[in-house]
Nanobody, 128 residues
Framework: QLQLVESGGGLAQPGGSLRLSCAASGFTLDYYAIGWFRQAPGKEREGLSCISRSGGTTNYADSVKGRFTISRDNAKNTVYLEMNSLKPEDTAVYYC?????????????????????WGQGTQVTVSS
């Protein structure tokens, strides 16, 4: 069974940090670009970041640029989202997703419609 599982969410203070992990089972992440998304209550899902299959290309939404860093370790079949300088408005459920479209060795797309597989999400709450 193909599955993505997010972990690492929890409660953080404003200005704090968390590292989210996205682990794959049943398939190899090498063949997929990976995106991170979030959805806050009452809001639409927002694309945050994505990373190409090679890991050489990353993209970020303006809302997280300079604070969040995406990376991948294909040997561990895992993608990470390092989140620093967290703000209360970062509170949301965070999802990772895998895009198996061709020609993604050096590019990725943050549009959620192109992603084939999604995790169940992990809650991130930023509050003092």
């Amino acid at each position: 069974q193909l599955q993505l599982v997010e972990s690492g969410g929890g409660l953080a203070q404003p200005g704090g940090s968390l590292r989210l992990s996205c682990a794959a089972s049943g398939f190899t992440l090498d063949y997929y670009a990976i995106g991170w998304f979030r959805q806050a209550p009452g809001k639409e899902r927002e694309g945050l970041s994505c990373i190409s299959r090679s890991g050489g290309t990353t993209n970020y939404a303006d809302s997280v640029k300079g604070r969040f860093t995406i990376s991948r370790d294909n040997a561990k079949n895992t993608v990470y989202l390092e989140m620093n300088s967290l703000k209360p408005e970062d509170t949301a459920v965070y999802y990772c997703a895998a895009d198996g479209s061709p020609d993604l060795q050096h590019m990725c797309i943050m549009a959620d419609s192109v992603y084939d597989y999604w995790g169940q999400g992990t809650q991130v709450t930023v509050s003092s």
